[in-house]
């Protein structure tokens, strides 16, 4: 019986108890149904011009010249162009890279930043602070999505024409105007074979990214992909792109 029909009968004076249990748990599989679409945070998606790796975040991203890294220095600067401003990792007042100490992940390489970072940790110099590329989703935010609400983590669906995947992500970093930009980890998890930031890149618009703007409010920090899923699940998002539209919007 369709649940139409069903709230229909529900006007009658004399309701058969047998309707009244039929009517809830139909209304109980439409909430249900909308968590499982994501139907109750609204969303957008943009079609990517194309995609290239960020490796920001990763403790192994940048280092001194001879360190094996997953990018080149000059990809830390603002738009990879040299004579802009270093992005990519923390400089000290005189313009110097601040190196990662004896504790953390990668001694001696440079601390390299996010805009997304763990609130409850506030020491500007742990690398653990920020959203490791090698091991969490995440896109760049650019200025289409900056302009209709997103927020550095808030939770978005990212899906790849070419390999027919989606996946969960969060928006975890900025400083590309496009937004045409994702994290080492994301494009792996979609099927690609890259290994680093350096040569690494979609080159074709096959890449589509579901906002859900003001979705991670009490910007919670994932160290896990699993749990940045997991949060995506219990959310009611959706990765799921089949009835779609796939339109740049």
């Given at each position: 019986?369709?649940?139409?029909?069903?709230?229909?009968?529900?006007?009658?004076?004399?309701?058969?108890?047998?309707?009244?249990?039929?009517?809830?748990?139909?209304?109980?599989?439409?909430?249900?149904?909308?968590?499982?679409?994501?139907?109750?945070?609204?969303?957008?998606?943009?079609?990517?011009?194309?995609?290239?790796?960020?490796?920001?975040?990763?403790?192994?991203?940048?280092?001194?010249?001879?360190?094996?890294?997953?990018?080149?220095?000059?990809?830390?600067?603002?738009?990879?162009?040299?004579?802009?401003?270093?992005?990519?990792?923390?400089?000290?007042?005189?313009?110097?890279?601040?190196?990662?100490?004896?504790?953390?992940?990668?001694?001696?390489?440079?601390?390299?930043?996010?805009?997304?970072?763990?609130?409850?940790?506030?020491?500007?110099?742990?690398?653990?602070?920020?959203?490791d590329a090698r091991n969490i989703n995440y896109v760049v935010r650019g200025n289409v999505a900056r302009r209709r609400g997103v927020?550095?983590?808030?939770?978005?669906?990212?899906?790849?024409?070419?390999?027919?995947?989606?996946?969960?992500?969060?928006?975890?970093?900025?400083?590309?105007?496009?937004?045409?930009?994702?994290?080492?980890?994301?494009?792996?998890?979609?099927?690609?074979?890259?290994?680093?930031?350096?040569?690494?890149?979609?080159?074709?618009?096959?890449?589509?990214?579901?906002?859900?703007?003001n979705s991670n409010p009490k910007h919670r920090f994932f160290f896990t992909q699993a749990e940045l899923d997991d949060a995506a699940?219990?959310?009611?998002?959706?990765?799921?792109?089949?009835?779609?539209?796939?339109?740049?919007?």
């Amino acid at each position: 019986m369709r649940c139409q029909e069903i709230a229909e009968l529900q006007k009658w004076r004399n309701v058969n108890p047998t309707l009244t249990v039929a009517l809830a748990l139909c209304l109980s599989a439409t909430v249900a149904s909308l968590a499982q679409n994501g139907k109750q945070y609204p969303s957008f998606e943009r079609l990517t011009h194309r995609m290239d790796v960020d490796v920001d975040g990763a403790p192994n991203a940048y280092g001194p010249p001879g360190m094996e890294t997953l990018d080149i220095l000059q990809n830390a600067h603002y738009l990879n162009r040299a004579n802009k401003e270093i992005v990519g990792y923390l400089i000290d007042e005189h313009g110097r890279p601040i190196p990662q100490g004896p504790k953390d992940p990668f001694p001696g390489y440079y601390i390299s930043q996010t805009a997304f970072t763990d609130i409850e940790n506030q020491n500007e110099t742990d690398p653990r602070r920020y959203v490791d590329a090698r091991n969490i989703n995440y896109v760049v935010r650019g200025n289409v999505a900056r302009r209709r609400g997103v927020r550095v983590g808030d939770f978005v669906s990212v899906y790849s024409k070419r390999t027919r995947k989606g996946v969960f992500a969060i928006v975890g970093d900025t400083g590309n105007p496009s937004g045409d930009e994702g994290s080492l980890h994301l494009l792996q998890d979609l099927g690609y074979p890259f290994h680093d930031g350096k040569n690494d890149s979609v080159e074709k618009p096959e890449i589509v990214i579901r906002f859900y703007p003001n979705s991670n409010p009490k910007h919670r920090f994932f160290f896990t992909q699993a749990e940045l899923d997991d949060a995506a699940m219990k959310l009611g998002l959706s990765r799921d792109f089949s009835a779609a539209p796939i339109t740049n919007r």
